[in-house]
């Protein structure tokens, strides 16, 4: 099988890529990455010499890049990874999110149109959902409630969505979407929550947690995502939605509070910050529909999970240091200077 696995040099498809080389060797991938701020070469070096892997530097976007690609290639499957992924960063600039999550979409899907594949694979979020109240612990997102997004990055998710979904019954083409929890584990751009912290946290640097910190988020370990794609593509039937997640809600200050703990670090480096705008309170995975159709369960608990994280980022501290030493600076000020 033949795969173009777009947005590879990222978080989660760098993840994929690694599981993908080992758990299917007999599989060729293709990576279509634009190498922007969240792009990270350096991620996918261990990989660019194998021989079932190539590393095509192009924006989903353009159409010709992309119809390109598909000719020379021809592939079997699309994942579509490729994605502006930070919601603080849609709230700032909105523009770029439509553009790639949505016309990129659109593009990738045009191809496939033209050139056949047996599966286009979507990439989704549970952000999708809206949020849940705090107070109904008893309320989880399932793959048939109403798209009611929050943010430019979510509504720009469930525009993609929609737009997966009319390719199908429109054109019939043979597509799946997965809609996950928030992932954590190796490779994380240091923006986000865990990786963030983390670093500030080594650094005795403050943690700056929004609002009253009692957000809830369900975390999921980025190979468990990984592990559940590949069974999508493998055994999911064409038209669906897939949740995944696996029921490990936390608040974001019992997340802080862990790695605080497990880095030996105090509690008063927790810093209050001003809320994100529009923030969604609750987030929480059914994940019901894939462990009954597909067998599916996550394999890592959250405890084995954060400590592999942490770990992980102590031993490749120059990963996230190069990263922090460049752009990334710059834009933390814009984001946390004033707050
Ligand atoms: P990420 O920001 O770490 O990586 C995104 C990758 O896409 C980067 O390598 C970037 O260079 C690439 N990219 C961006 N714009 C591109 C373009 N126009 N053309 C080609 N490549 C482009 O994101 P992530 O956290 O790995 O998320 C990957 C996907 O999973 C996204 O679609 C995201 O919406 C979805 N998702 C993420 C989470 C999470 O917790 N991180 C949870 C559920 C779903
Ligand atoms: P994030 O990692 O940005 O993921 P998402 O917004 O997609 O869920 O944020 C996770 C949670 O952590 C979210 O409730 C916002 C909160 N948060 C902070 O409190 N401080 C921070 O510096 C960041 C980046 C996030």
């Not at 000719?71 to 600039?93: L, M, T, Y």
């Not at 430019?152 to 009319?166: E, G, Q, R």
Request: proline residues 4%; contains cysteine; aromatic residues 12%.
């Amino acid at each position: 099988m033949k795969l173009l696995v777009t947005g590879g040099a990222g978080f989660i498809g760098a993840n994929f890529v690694f599981y993908m080389l080992e758990h299917h060797p007999e599989d060729k991938i293709v990576c279509l990455d634009a190498l922007t701020y969240a792009g990270n070469l350096e991620t996918l070096a261990p990989v660019m010499e194998h021989e079932n892997f190539r590393f095509v530097r192009g924006d989903v976007a353009d159409r010709e890049t992309v119809f390109n690609l598909f000719e020379e290639e021809g592939f079997d499957v699309v994942v579509n990874f490729a994605a502006e992924s930070h919601v603080d960063r849609s709230i700032e600039d909105p523009g770029i999110f439509l553009r790639t999550n949505i016309l990129g979409t659109q593009v990738l899907m045009d191809a496939s149109r033209k050139y056949g594949v047996s599966r286009y694979h979507q990439v989704g979020t549970d952000e999708v959902y809206g949020d849940l109240p705090l107070d109904r612990p008893d309320l989880f997102f399932t793959e048939d409630m109403p798209i009611t997004a929050s943010s430019p990055y979510s509504a720009s998710k469930a525009s993609a969505d929609l737009l997966v979904m009319a390719y199908h019954r429109t054109y019939g083409l043979p597509v799946t979407i997965s809609r996950c929890s928030n992932n954590y584990g190796p490779y994380q751009f240091p923006e986000k929550l865990i990786p963030l912290m983390i670093a500030n946290a080594l650094a005795d640097k403050d943690l700056p947690v929004y609002g009253t910190g009692e957000n809830v988020r369900d975390w999921l370990y980025v190979e468990d995502h990984c592990r559940a794609i590949d069974l999508i593509l493998r055994e999911g039937r064409v038209g669906e939605v897939y949740n995944i997640g696996g029921h490990n809600e936390k608040t974001n200050l019992d997340v802080v509070r862990t790695i605080l703990k497990q880095l030996g670090k105090p509690e008063s480096l927790i810093t209050f910050v001003g809320d994100r705008k529009g923030h969604d309170l609750r987030y929480a995975i059914d994940p019901a529909k894939i462990h009954s159709e597909l067998g599916w369960l996550p394999q890592t608990r959250f405890d084995d999970g954060i400590r592999r994280t942490i770990d992980w980022y102590l031993d490749n501290e120059s990963w996230w240091k190069n990263i922090m030493s460049g752009d990334y600076q710059q834009y933390y000020e814009r984001m946390y200077g004033n707050r």
